[in-house]
């Protein structure tokens, strides 16, 4: 992930995209999650979101409806960087058995 980077939606997988494309009906959104599958800002796009509360097009891989349903479950997060880097980081530690 890169550091806090104002400018990260200059490495966006996105930032060629057709923007109709990320603010798609239901029907066509897993196609705009598709785009962010691979894209290496995708963790700044989602804080962006959450922290601002977006409320319409897919932000980081995550629909609207996936995002309400975040801030629902944890609503008292005033930053959701530390949230997503300390998930991050339990995903790429090894368990031990």
Known sequence: MTSANT???????CRSTDP???????????RAKQVCAGC????ECLVEALDNRLEWGVWGGMTE???RAL???RPNVASWRQVLQNARREQQTPHAS
């Open 7 to 13: 400018y990260w939606h200059e490495d966006a997988a």
């Open 40 to 43: 290496p800002v995708r963790t």
């Open 71 to 73: 801030l629902r479950r």
């Open 65 to 67: 409806r996936e995002r």
């Open 20 to 30: 109709d494309e990320l603010f798609a009906d239901s029907a066509r959104q897993n």
